[in-house]
C-alpha cells in the first residue's frame, strides 16, 4: 500500500514540474518574441534600457555628448532618469523618446517621471496634454553602435 502511495506522489511530482518547465518556457518565448518590436529603432547607433519594472525601449540619440553618457552608464551599470520627449512610433510600445530630446539626468526637475509601461499605456496624455520631457528611471543594458 505504501509502495502504491509513494508511485502516485512521484507521479503527480513529476507532472507538476513538467507543468512549470512548460510555463516557464512559453513565458521566455512570449517575452522573447516581442523583443524584436520593443528595441525597433532606425540607426545603427542605439541602446536598450530597462526600467524600474523590467520593462525595455530602444534609445537613439543624435547627440554624441549624450551617447557617450549612455555608454559610461552601460559600462557602470549606473542607473539615471533616461527620456525625452515622447513621440508616436511603429513599436511594441506605440512610442519613442524623440532622438533629438535626449536627456540623461540624476534628478528630474522640468519633466514628468514615469515608466515604459506607464507612456505606453496612456499615450494620448504623453503626446497630446504633457508634450514635455518625460524620464523613465532606467539602467542601459544593451549598447549597439
Known sequence: MGLKILKKNFVILSILILAITFA???LVFVNDANYPSKTKHDTLRWI???DSHEDIIAVETSSREVWDTLKALYLNQTEMWIGGIVEEYNNY???RFRPDSIVVAEITIEGAQSNIQGIGGDLNYWLNVWSKQVYVLATVS???E
Open 24 to 26: 516557464t518556457l512559453v
Open 48 to 50: 536598450v534600457i530597462v
Open 93 to 95: 510600445w506605440g512610442f
Open 142 to 144: 544593451e549598447l549597439h
